[in-house]
């Protein structure tokens, strides 16, 4: 079991020790790709964490953007914040119902408006349900609180500055794509994008960093993960995948392990694979 770190990864255990505390706010930021079928907001009505309220890792986005769930405008994020009654002083929880899949997005995005006291719920709701421990249907009671944010620019990428790291070689691009994927050998599950990777980058593929339980490996496997993949851990690392969801459980498990120089690439592959003038590799190059 992970060691308790409210700014990266707790326990079943401690979010119930912790439940009834006036401080503490917890998002169900589950996620779905289209295909599965499944509505995380019907899934969360139905039953969730007491007191959760629903993060719409979809809706709370910038919508001007054509790629998928963009990070939103400070704006925005603010006031749906205000509405979800998440502020300034509080601990945010986020958990999710594939164990640690898009929990570490909503993780990232906070981390990106500068707030900091935030962490995953380690194996989300399967390990809290299958622990016995307390669910409810019911709404939260929300009170409006404050959020101050402060942009934390240093914290993602655009698809100009990986194509110059890509270029330069002076950072890490690291891609948490299932293999298939990263080699180009099995096709992508969104529409008119190319198959490969980004030139120069490396391959660890999310899954790989997570226990059968959906709970995060601990940071002497997650660094081994990392090194095996012939990625160099004294570089600053850009995180990528299909649509930025993954790339930050990457950058969750580097922050659990001291790397503290790390960002997304918000488009990720829903961009770069979508433009034919920006470069495509193929094949296993993880360890070149």
Avoid at 19 to 43: C, K, N, Q, V
């Amino acid at each position: 079991m992970a060691e308790n770190d409210p700014q990266t990864i707790v326990s079943t255990a401690w979010l119930d020790e912790h439940l009834s505390s006036p401080d503490l706010r917890i998002l169900d930021a589950s996620w779905y790709l289209p295909e599965t079928g499944r509505d995380p907001r019907a899934e969360y009505e139905e039953a969730h964490i007491p007191n959760a309220r629903f993060f719409d890792i979809d809706e709370i986005a910038d919508l001007r953007s054509d790629l998928p769930h963009m990070a939103p405008p400070v704006e925005k994020f603010m006031s749906r914040m205000r509405a979800m009654g998440v502020g300034d002083g509080h601990q945010v929880v986020v958990y999710d119902r594939a164990g640690l899949l898009s929990a570490a997005r909503v993780w990232w995005l906070f981390r990106l408006m500068g707030h900091f006291d935030v962490a995953v719920l380690d194996g989300g709701f399967p390990k809290w349900q299958s622990e016995g421990r307390p669910v409810d249907d019911l709404p939260p009671v929300i009170r409006d609180r404050h959020m101050a944010v402060r942009r934390q620019a240093h914290m993602v990428k655009d698809v100009t500055q990986v194509a110059a790291a890509s270029k330069l070689g002076d950072h890490e691009i690291v891609d948490a794509r299932a293999p298939g994927r990263f080699r180009g050998e099995e096709p992508e599950p969104r529409a008119g994008l190319r198959a490969g990777h980004i030139p120069g980058s490396k391959n660890v593929y999310y899954r790989d960093l997570l226990n059968e339980d959906g709970t995060m490996k601990p940071p002497e496997d997650i660094r081994i993960l990392f090194q095996r993949a012939g990625v160099d851990l004294t570089k600053p690392i850009i995180s990528t995948c299909g649509s930025g969801i993954t790339a930050c459980i990457l950058d969750l498990a580097l922050e659990r392990i001291g790397h503290r120089n790390h960002s997304v690439y918000d488009g990720s592959w829903s961009e770069w694979g979508m433009y034919d003038d920006l470069k495509v590799a193929t094949g296993d190059t993880s360890n070149a």
